[in-house]
T-cell receptor, first 115, second 113 residues
Framework: SAVISQKPSRDICQRGTSLTIQCQVDSQVTMMFWYRQQPGQSLTLIATANQGSEATYESGFVIDKFPISRPNLTFSTLTVSNMSPEDSSIYLC????????????FGQGTRLTVV | QKEVEQNSGPLSVPEGAIASLNCTYSDRGSQSFFWYRQYSGKSPELIMSIYSNGDKEDGRFTAQLNKASQYVSLLIRDSQPSDSATYLCAVNSITTNAGKSTFGDGTTLTVKP
């Protein structure tokens, strides 16, 4: 398994501001992902964080709104920019050890409320 | 059609009964299949993975995979109140999805004492 530290665990933010969420893994991992989980819903993939290159975004998500950094194989950040109440959700960092088996391990999640 | 569909819940079973959770997927190139358990307010945790046709048992949990029918299931024997949670089915395809997981909407299980 992988130990993933995600912070902050929760935040209440004013609309129009930005929040950066950090994800730190205890060992080098190939793949890191950012998910959103809205209340009562399943996980929706926002993007794949690629080390050394731009993130790969899923349909409906754009870099200007959700800029992602991945400076090395153990760390990534997701920024939620220019927030609105619709961005209120749980954001989850996830890692796979490698491309072979793709079992996902999750951080504790960040519960974001935008007021 | 959703890529991963789970049987609609919520599912309620009495303590000690068998809980059966089902999942179908649309991508025939899928190679890896997972069941995650998510307690309310917590993040998902992996409980079972299965990669080849047939059954895989781990304690009270049995995962079943039928690639021809594009079907994967999870059986929980001797269900306990602590099994009450949302169960997420996830499917991966290295070739088409670059290792990304596609999740179903989840089935909420309640085990009544």
């Amino acid at each position: 398994s992988a130990v993933i530290s995600q912070k902050p665990s929760r935040d209440i933010c004013q609309r129009g501001t930005s929040l950066t969420i950090q994800c730190q893994v205890d060992s080098q991992v190939t793949m890191m992902f950012w998910y959103r989980q809205q209340p009562g819903q399943s996980l929706t993939l926002i993007a794949t964080a690629n080390q050394g290159s731009e993130a790969t975004y899923e349909s409906g998500f754009v870099i200007d709104k959700f800029p992602i950094s991945r400076p090395n194989l153990t760390f990534s950040t997701l920024t939620v920019s220019n927030m609105s109440p619709e961005d209120s959700s749980i954001y989850l960092c996830s890692v796979n050890r490698d491309m072979a088996n793709t079992e996902a391990f999750f951080g504790q999640g960040t519960r974001l409320t935008v007021v | 059609q959703k890529e991963v569909e789970q049987n609609s819940g919520p599912l309620s079973v009495p303590e000690g009964a068998i809980a059966s959770l089902n999942c179908t997927y649309s991508d025939r190139g899928s190679q890896s299949f997972f069941w995650y358990r998510q307690y309310s307010g917590k993040s998902p945790e992996l409980i079972m993975s299965i990669y080849s046709n047939g059954d895989k048992e781990d304690g009270r949990f049995t995962a079943q995979l039928n690639k021809a029918s594009q079907y994967v299931s999870l059986l929980i024997r001797d269900s306990q109140p602590s099994d009450s949670a949302t169960y997420l089915c996830a499917v991966n395809s290295i070739t088409t999805n670059a290792g990304k997981s596609t999740f179903g909407d989840g089935t909420t299980l309640t085990v009544k004492p």
